[in-house]
Every structure is written in structure tokens, then in C-alpha cells.
């Protein structure tokens, strides 16, 4: 296999859906042997020039060079034999098959009939020339998350991509992990091996990787350039604009009486084969707690615990000092609200307007007759509040943007008192703008002397917003740090579990 790093180039690239443009005339070159990154909001159109890149759209208009030369990309199977591969944001592994397999059966020449013996002298021969390993006989189920993604980045060198795109690559792994793999990226690339476009939200990423960088907003390439002479402001100027961002209130230092106390609760978890089992948790009034965690580390089925969707089968949960099982009537009488993952499908009646869904609160205030009159001024009140882009309240809540829905979502919950505010991955997939108007609302909630507990895959937002840090693995409360002396690296080990 021949590996030597190959340059991309898009020359006015434009792509149409109809009467919209996604894509206006963007032009960008990735050197060989660089790391280019690519920034943009949610929108912004990252995602439809990487798929006109691989074939999977083709652009009204514009072309591409591969080495200089002109390249019809009719779908990724060209894109393939040019030498580009692309990582996706989710794995694409089998997860019952080992390492070898998965390697093997990516081929397009893959035998009907396989030489194992062959096959793994063949890939060990492989395995040897590359700066990082994956044992070959293990299943790919028993692989950490950092590994699983080292793998699909093994696979395209495998198969001899040289210009790889990657998609959020480091949005399921710990810093740790994220450091590990884009260390060894980068080395690939100093290494004249590969090129990289990488996709990413993480600042800090591009500053520590990257060569280059490109800015995408509403479909037009706004800037860019090298790494070494852009700041973080820098970046988010060109990302937003005009735009204004939410601006956190300054942290208050009024921690209060405990709200929510959760002592040896332990319940099954989703594959009721493992314990959650949460020794001892608290949660002030005027306090975030953030519980860190990588995605399957029990969060979700905390979450579940505390808003009394999965049961208890032993260990007590109070709140202002009385047992709480989070019926309806408690939540209400002690101002508990909640904000779950994905809230259009976990918090909303999607079909119902955005008026209705910002009433439910009402109902158990004011009962079944409720004024529409009354209902739809309140919405009003709120929408213009919280900065709720819609075409109208009467539009229904499924037709608004993820960030949309999240900011009605958390006018909905943070109207009236709220003593204690639950919320899980609040601003995951969201754009710049929607994250730094929804991390002000929850800071705001805390300096009114609200309680928080904030459980978040996205470190960066627990550094951000937290006074108290927890780490959540294998079902357990695993470190416990104040945020003034919260460390990254070692917040990252217990994430892994390797503390």
C-alpha cells in the first residue's frame, strides 16, 4: 500500500436545495501533509460541503482538485479510489466482530472465502507501520471509546485513504482519549502520511492540532487562515458575526441549605445486568454541581432516577429535607424542574404549538380550563425573553431548531420559583449562539439561588459552569473536587476509569 498525503481543494463550490443555498461559492485548500480544521455554527454548512467532497451530494456548481487535478466525484466509492475516506462523528464498526475482522471485511476485495492465517500476518505487517495499535483479536464491543475511534482512523489508512475528513471526532471521548488520538493524527500528518479536514466546535482542539483553519457562515467562507495568528475571539468573531451571545452573570458565592440530597440509592441500569449506585450526593441552593461522565456511564439512568422513571430498589432521595419520588404533585409543591437530553422527544408534545408546550407548567397550577387568552400572552412574554426564534407561538414545537427548543424548554422551567433545576447535555448539538444564551440562563438560575445539578458529556461545559465537579463511571460517583481545584487531566482519568 502507498501512503503519501494528498491536497483538496474545493474552487467555488455552491450547493441549492431548491430556492435555499446551503453552500455559496466556497473555496478552500487543504495543503498535503496538513491539518486543516473547519469551523461554523450548526447551519453554517460544514456538513453539506464534506458530503459534496465525498459524493454523497453533488454541488450545483464549483469544482474540486485532488492533487491538483480536476476531480469528478459522482459518489463515494470515487471518492474512495481518489484516496479520500471520511470518519463519522458515530462509529461504523460491527461491534460482535474482533479488530481483524472489521479491518478485513471493509475491503472491497475482501474474499468470499478468508485466509485468517494470512490475513492477520498481513495486518499485523499493517499494524506495525502505523504509530498506534489495536489488539487484533479483541471485539470491538470490550474497545474504550478512544480505541473504537483509533480504529476507524486505522481503517482508512487500512483501505489507503490519504486525505481523511473527520467529523467531530473527539465528541465521545475523554480529554485523555481526544489527546491521545489527535496526538497521533497530527503525527500521521507531520509524517507526510495523510491530510485532515476536521470538523469541530472545540477551540482548544484546533489551537493544540491544527495548521489551518476555515470559518463557515450561513453557507459563505468568512475566514480563516493559520492557526498560530488566530485567537479564540478571533475564531468566534468570524463564526458569529453581528451576532450578540448571551453574556454569563457574574458567579455569585451565596451557597445555601442543601436541596437535593441523594443517599445509597441504587437501581438496575438500562440493561439490568449492572448497579447504579450513587453513595452520597448533594446539590446547595445557589449551586452547580456538574457530574462528568463519558455517554453509558449511568447518567442517563440517574436522570431517570431522579425524575422517577426508573425505580429506586434501595437508598432515599430528599429534597428541602422530605423524601422525594418526583411525582408531578412534589415536583410542584417543591419547584423542581427538569431539562432531559433531547427534550423534543423527553419534554415536548411535538405536534402541540409552542404556546401549548410552554403552558404545561400552568396545568398544574390552574387546571384544565386554562385561558387561551392568558396562555398565549404568557408565551409571548416568554418567547421575547428567552430569545425563542419561531415563526409563530402557534407554530408546532417540532418545526423550531434543537436550540429553539431548548430555549422553550427552559423558559417553560425556569418561569416562576425554581429551587431545583435538573438537566442533562443541555446545549449538546447545538450551535455557538444557542450554548452561550442557554449557559447564561443556567448561570442566572444559579445566582438566583437555584439548585443545579448539570450532567454533561462536554467537559469544557462543566469547567464553565460548575462550582463542584463529580465524575460518573461504571454507575458510580468515582471523584468529588471543588471547581478551584479541578484539574482537566486528572477530571479525564476517572472519566476513563483509569484512576
Known amino acids: 500500500m502507498t501512503i503519501g498525503a494528498i491536497g483538496v481543494e474545493t474552487l467555488h463550490m455552491t450547493m441549492q436545495f431548491g430556492a435555499f443555498t446551503a453552500l455559496d461559492d466556497c473555496s478552500i485548500h487543504i495543503k498535503p501533509g496538513s491539518f486543516h480544521a473547519l469551523l461554523g455554527e450548526n447551519g453554517a454548512g460544514k456538513s453539506t460541503l464534506v458530503k459534496c467532497m465525498m459524493g454523497f451530494y453533488h454541488a450545483t456548481s464549483g469544482e474540486m482538485l485532488v492533487d491538483g487535478k480536476e476531480a469528478r466525484i459522482d459518489d463515494p466509492k470515487a471518492a474512495h479510489a481518489l484516496g479520500l475516506g471520511m470518519v463519522y462523528q458515530h462509529f461504523t464498526l460491527v461491534p460482535s466482530l474482533t479488530v481483524a475482522e472489521n479491518l478485513v471485511i471493509s475491503r472491497e476485495d475482501a474474499p468470499r472465502v478468508i485466509d485468517w492465517r494470512a490475513e492477520r500476518a498481513a495486518l499485523q505487517v499493517f499494524m506495525a507501520k502505523m504509530p498506534f495499535q489495536v489488539p487484533l483479536d479483541q471485539p470491538v464491543r470490550a474497545l474504550a471509546a478512544g480505541e473504537k475511534q483509533k480504529l476507524e482512523i486505522l481503517k482508512q489508512l487500512y483501505l489507503g485513504r490519504r486525505f481523511l475528513i473527520l467529523d467531530e471526532p473527539t465528541s465521545v471521548l475523554t480529554p485523555d482519549e481526544a489527546d491521545e488520538v489527535l496526538g497521533h493524527v497530527r503525527q500521521l500528518c507531520k509524517a ?285 460517583i468515582a471523584y468529588d473536587t471543588p471547581i478551584a481545584q479541578a484539574d482537566i487531566a486528572t477530571i479525564g482519568h476517572h472519566m476513563g476509569g483509569h484512576a
Open 192 to 476: 507526510g502520511a495523510i491530510s485532515v479536514f476536521m470538523i469541530t466546535h472545540k477551540f482548544r482542539e484546533v489551537t493544540a492540532y491544527a495548521d489551518e483553519v476555515s470559518v463557515l457562515r450561513r453557507g459563505k467562507l468568512v475566514g480563516g487562515g493559520k492557526v498560530s495568528d488566530l485567537s479564540h475571539a478571533d475564531m468566534a468573531m468570524m463564526m458569529m458575526g453581528d451576532a450578540t451571545l448571551g453574556e454569563p452573570a457574574k458567579r455569585t458565592d451565596d451557597i445555601g441549605a442543601p436541596i437535593l440530597q441523594v443517599h445509597g440509592a441504587r437501581a438496575r441500569d438500562k440493561s439490568g445486568l449492572k448497579d447504579i449506585a450513587i453513595a452520597d450526593l448533594t446539590v446547595h441552593a445557589g449551586e452547580i454541581v456538574g457530574i462528568a461522565g463519558i455517554s453509558g456511564n449511568g447518567q442517563m439512568e440517574l436522570m431517570e432516577i431522579l425524575t422517577g422513571q426508573r425505580p429506586l430498589e434501595s437508598g432515599t432521595i430528599r429534597v428541602k429535607g422530605a423524601p422525594y419520588s418526583a411525582t408531578r404533585q412534589e415536583a410542584h409543591m417543591n419547584s423542581v424542574r427538569y431539562l432531559p437530553e433531547e427534550p423534543l422527544q423527553n419534554a415536548c408534545a411535538p405536534r402541540m404549538s409552542v404556546a401549548e408546550n410552554i403552558a404545561f407548567r400552568s396545568f398544574d397550577n390552574k387546571g384544565f380550563w386554562l385561558s387561551l387568552r392568558v396562555m398565549r400572552a404568557r408565551a409571548s412574554e416568554l418567547v421575547a425573553a428567552f430569545k425563542v426564534k419561531t415563526a409563530s407561538i402557534d407554530a408546532p414545537m417540532q418545526s423550531l431548531s434543537g436550540g429553539n427548543v431548548q430555549r422553550s424548554v427552559l423558559a417553560r422551567e425556569l418561569s416562576g420559583d425554581v429551587d431545583l433545576l435538573i438537566i442533562s447535555n443541555p446545549c449538546f448539538g447545538l450551535d455557538f449562539s444557542a450554548v452561550s444564551e442557554i449557559r447564561a440562563r443556567i448561570m442566572a438560575a444559579r445566582n438566583n439561588t437555584t439548585a443545579v445539578l448539570l450532567m454533561s458529556e462536554d467537559l469544557d461545559e462543566i469547567m464553565e459552569l460548575a462550582d463542584r465537579v463529580l465524575v460518573m463511571s461504571e454507575g458510580r
